[in-house]
């Protein structure tokens, strides 16, 4: 397995979704690849990070947050469904 083939399972291993053979080479790979090692790491901080953003209350906006950055965010969001 290269270092390319081993991102595009990357999603499958993190979800434990990959098939006993292709996680056995997977595996075998990062024992070999310090920088796949790596790459997994920042994969798997980067989901728990994001799902500790929404972690949050609900108490609404800050009182001090510009009612520009407020409209733009809320556009932006809107664009992007």
Do not use: K, N, W
Not at 12 to 41: G, M, N
Not at 62 to 78: K, Q, T
């Amino acid at each position: 397995m290269t270092c390319r083939e081993l991102v595009e399972f990357l999603t499958e291993h993190v979800a434990h979704a990959l098939p006993a053979d292709q996680r056995a080479v997977f595996e075998r790979h990062l024992i070999d690849c310090e920088d796949c090692r790596h790459y997994l790491s920042s994969f798997q901080a980067t989901i728990r990070l994001s799902r500790g953003a929404f972690c949050g209350s609900d108490d609404g906006i800050p009182a001090d947050v510009p009612e520009a950055l407020v409209v733009a965010v809320l556009s932006a969001r809107r664009a992007m469904t």
